[in-house]
């Protein structure tokens, strides 16, 4: 059975192999020819699939990349898995969504089941994805409609495509019934809703519990500095209780694509039907202010200015041991420091080049001030230590250097 995946990022790439893996026919469709290239030439941009993984499915023909909508013509099962950011004034951009949508709409020639794994807000699938393809579909064709939201961590080496649970739901009981055949080929845990919009904001609320919680621990941090209590010691104290309690560590704010984007998309569709989402919108704040309150401790730490000082900052991607850069609280952190005159390099050994510079290499001594924005695995962290005799860690792995 020939199956498509539209866009071929850190969710469409690995849901195409492990579709190849159980044995369906697998077009990866992506309308970056950079990227179609990469992949059909066995180069892998998403560290969860490996080169040789590729190679393996390109070689058995179990997987193709391609920017042909001819490729889709005759595709039975259909997923969607492309970017739903937030526009510049930050409501749900569907553009991509919209976009795949009207491509499968015109490309498909057959009936088929389509199945939306973008992240969006409750009635995507119902009022937006479904309308527009059956609005551009030839005579006689009648597709079926699911979601299943997709719930990858990129990196996670415990939770992948496989062990972790998966939502889904039809818009009718065949689109269902289709669902949970396509996934039970390579997932060990399916789990029916009653309808895709309870699949849809599910997948809002677990990424909104993660924002609350980080901007109420970095809220926390940010108190007991200025009572002189040691944040770290604070939560795994409360963290000894066997209930009730979940442990979140403070950092410098959240980024990618998800917890920063998704609680606004689940904002976006309360104020539409008249609700203020409160803590969405307080978390959200707390979060993006924290570059800015920690320049300002570093700030009062180091003589009352950072004018002319050379900062060094470790870490541009948004979490450990990937190399995503998508709304990086580093980038902020970087702004404010340079709002206050500081010259500031960066070092990330994942990531090459980034907002139009590259990671520098780190030289002891050379810097006034060092923020370990993200630590990666791969990083020195002796030579770190040894970079400034002023050395901050807002991920409270560093031994060693200044904490939060
Ligand atoms: N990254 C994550 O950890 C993660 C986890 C769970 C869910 N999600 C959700 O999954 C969706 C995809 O995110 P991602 O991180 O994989 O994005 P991504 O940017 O890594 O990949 C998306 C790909 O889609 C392609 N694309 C865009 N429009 C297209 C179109 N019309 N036709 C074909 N290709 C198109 C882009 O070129 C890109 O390669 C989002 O809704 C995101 O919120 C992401």
């Known amino acids: 059975m020939k199956v498509a995946v539209i866009g071929q990022g850190y969710v469409g790439l690995?849901?195409?192999?492990?579709?190849?893996?159980?044995?369906?026919?697998?077009?990866?469709?992506?309308?970056?020819?950079?990227?179609?290239?990469n992949l059909n030439s066995g180069k892998s941009h998403i560290s969860?699939?490996?080169?040789?993984?590729?190679?393996?499915?390109?070689?058995?023909?179990?997987?193709?990349?391609?920017s042909d909508p001819k490729?889709?013509?005759?595709?039975?099962?259909?997923?969607?898995a492309v970017p739903t950011p937030l526009s510049e004034d930050r409501k749900p951009d569907l553009a991509f969504v919209e976009s795949a949508s009207q491509i499968l709409g015109k490309s498909l020639k057959k009936s088929g089941?389509?199945?939306?794994?973008?992240?969006?807000?409750?009635?995507?699938?119902?009022?937006?994805?479904?309308?527009?393809?059956?609005?551009?579909?030839?005579?006689?064709?009648?597709?079926?409609?699911a979601i299943s939201p997709e719930r990858v961590d990129p990196g996670n080496e415990n939770w992948s495509i496989k062990n972790t649970a998966r939502l889904f739901a039809g818009l009718t009981p065949t689109a269902s019934e289709k669902t949970r055949a396509f996934y039970d080929k390579f997932c060990d845990n399916l789990i029916e809703v009653s309808s895709p919009e309870v699949a849809e904001t599910a997948k809002l609320f677990e990424n909104t519990f993660r924002q609350v919680n980080i901007a109420?621990?970095?809220e926390l941090a940010l108190?007991?500095?200025?009572?002189?209590i040691s944040v770290?010691?604070?939560?795994?104290?409360?963290?000894?209780?066997?209930?009730?309690?979940?442990?979140?560590?403070?950092?410098?704010?959240?980024?990618?694509?998800?917890?920063?984007?998704?609680?606004?998309?689940?904002?976006y569709v309360a104020e539409l039907a008249g609700r203020n989402a409160n803590f969405i919108n307080l978390a959200n704040k707390v979060n993006l202010e924290m570059p800015a309150e920690i320049v300002k401790r570093i700030k009062n730490e180091n003589g009352g200015s950072l004018k002319g000082k050379e900062v060094l900052v470790c870490g541009a991607a948004y979490k450990p041991d990937i190399s995503d850069v998508r709304e990086t609280p580093s980038e902020i952190l970087i702004e404010e420091l340079m709002k206050e005159g500081a010259i500031v390099s960066w070092h990330d050994p994942l990531v090459a080049s980034w907002r139009g510079s590259k990671s520098v290499e780190i030289n002891t001594k050379k810097y006034a001030?060092?923020?370990?924005?993200?630590?990666?695995?791969?990083?020195?962290?002796?030579?770190?230590?040894?970079?400034?005799d002023y050395v901050l860690d807002c991920t409270g792995k560093l031994e060693g250097a200044k904490k939060l």
């Open 14 to 37: 690995p849901i195409a192999i492990h579709a190849a893996t159980a044995g369906y026919e697998v077009i990866g469709f992506d309308l970056n020819l950079e990227i179609v290239n």
């Open 48 to 66: 969860d699939i490996s080169d040789s993984e590729l190679k393996k499915y390109l070689e058995s023909k179990k997987y193709r990349a391609s």
């Open 71 to 80: 490729d889709l013509e005759d595709v039975e099962i259909s997923v969607i």
């Open 113 to 145: 089941l389509i199945i939306n794994e973008s992240t969006s807000y409750p009635g995507t699938l119902r009022n937006v994805i479904a309308p527009i393809i059956k609005s551009l579909s030839g005579d006689g064709i009648s597709h079926e409609f």
């Open 216 to 218: 109420l621990v970095n």
């Open 223 to 228: 108190i007991t500095r200025d009572l002189g």
């Open 232 to 267: 770290h010691e604070t939560i795994e104290a409360a963290a000894s209780k066997p209930y009730g309690f979940m442990k979140f560590t403070p950092g410098l704010g959240v980024g990618g694509h998800c917890i920063p984007v998704d609680p606004t998309y689940l904002s």
């Open 369 to 388: 001030v060092t923020i370990v924005a993200m630590l990666h695995s791969v990083m020195d962290k002796k030579l770190i230590l040894k970079s400034s």
